[in-house]
């Protein structure tokens, strides 16, 4: 069964920046626009009106459109970004929210990690930037629903490791470089399988060695999972898939 869209609103007052926004998330798989605001106060309103929508469902009511995720900027004409965060706490709207600013305080960094904010992305950066970390976040929240009502050490340990991207480790193999790296991880990523060291070497123009020493670098720093390939004539290929083995899911606390 296919997992549903998670429904962002993107909250920021330039309009340019927030179509450009809008525009990165329509190239991820995995995410629908659900609205764009401009302002804290518009954005407040299309919080009420989904988490109103969901209330209306629960009793029989409208059909569902409840928002899933905010791309909020910090500064917003009418009200700071993190005063936002806790009118959405206080109001109790279950929202996720990743901030996409150019404010590099600490201080406004460490309030937003207080207030939950899962991710904080500075302006300005590359699309590849944008589409890690929303696929990190893509993944934190598949954590959460494969885990079910109660979860065991490894699932806490992994849902917030999912989070981290693993192209951002400061500390690389000799040899690698991280360019090369996160193009290799995003091929992971959005794969429909696995993919061998051939298939990672025809896409990116890589030699299949270099490509085989990425993908093992990635299985032993990175949700990465080895798997021999069967069907083929002689010794089976090996190949790689972004995320964790089935069978952990099942694994004993």
Request: overall charge neutral.
């Amino acid at each position: 069964m296919t997992a549903a869209a998670v429904r962002v609103l993107i909250v920021d007052d330039e309009p340019i920046t927030a179509e450009a926004h809008a525009e990165y998330l329509r190239r991820i798989p995995g995410f629908e626009i659900a609205g764009i605001s401009l302002t804290s106060s518009a954005a407040v309103k299309a919080l009420r009106e989904s988490f109103d929508r969901v209330q209306d469902v629960r009793t029989g009511g409208a059909s569902p459109g409840r928002i899933d995720l905010i791309l909020l900027d910090m500064n917003l004409p009418d009200m700071h970004g993190l005063e936002l965060c806790r009118r959405i706490r206080t109001a109790g709207i279950d929202v996720d929210v990743i901030a996409i600013t150019a404010v590099r305080e600490v201080s406004v960094v460490r309030a937003a990690v207080s207030l939950g904010i899962v991710q904080y992305l500075i302006k300005p950066f590359r699309f590849s930037t944008f589409a890690e970390r929303l696929a990190s976040y893509l993944e934190y929240r598949q954590h959460l629903t494969d885990s079910g009502g109660l979860a065991t050490q490894h699932d806490v340990d992994a849902t917030l490791a999912s989070l981290r991207p693993a192209g951002n480790n400061p500390a690389l193999d000799k040899g690698i470089s991280r360019e090369t790296l996160e193009s290799v991880l995003r091929e992971l990523r959005y794969a429909d399988g696995g993919l061998s060291a051939s298939e990672v070497s025809l896409l990116l123009q890589l030699s299949r060695v270099t490509a085989r020493r990425y993908l093992e670098h990635l299985a032993d720093t990175a949700p990465v999972t080895r798997q021999a390939r069967y069907g083929s004539p002689g010794r089976p290929e090996i190949e790689y898939r972004w995320g964790r083995p089935q069978n952990l899911l099942e694994s004993k606390p």
